[in-house]
């Protein structure tokens, strides 16, 4: 029988405090540098495992700034043109 969504908020709940609580734990044995590995594993395994990578930081660095970047190739007139042409099609 499937579950409710509440039912199934619940359980994500009780499984997500589950999750706190161990992960508060290896804090305590083994510090920041042992809860990264953790993390670190975890994310692994969740994308091992078909999911996406839940990271929002990334090592990229913009460093081209705004005024030193090149003037847009097109033509935003024909492309605007093409995309309604295309958007009625």
Not at 8 to 13: F, L, Q, R
Not at 23 to 40: D, I, K
Not at 60 to 77: H, K, S
């Amino acid at each position: 029988m499937k579950k409710s969504p509440t039912e199934t908020n619940n359980m994500v709940d009780i499984e997500a405090q589950r999750c706190f609580d161990s992960l508060q734990y290896v804090m305590r044995q083994h510090g920041t540098e042992g809860a990264s590995a953790l993390l670190q594993r975890l994310n692994d395994r969740l994308q091992g495992l078909g999911g996406a990578n839940p990271s929002i930081n990334t090592p990229y660095v913009n460093t081209i700034t705004p005024n030193e970047e090149p003037a847009y190739p097109g033509d935003l007139e024909i492309e605007h043109t093409l995309e309604s042409i295309l958007r009625w099609n």
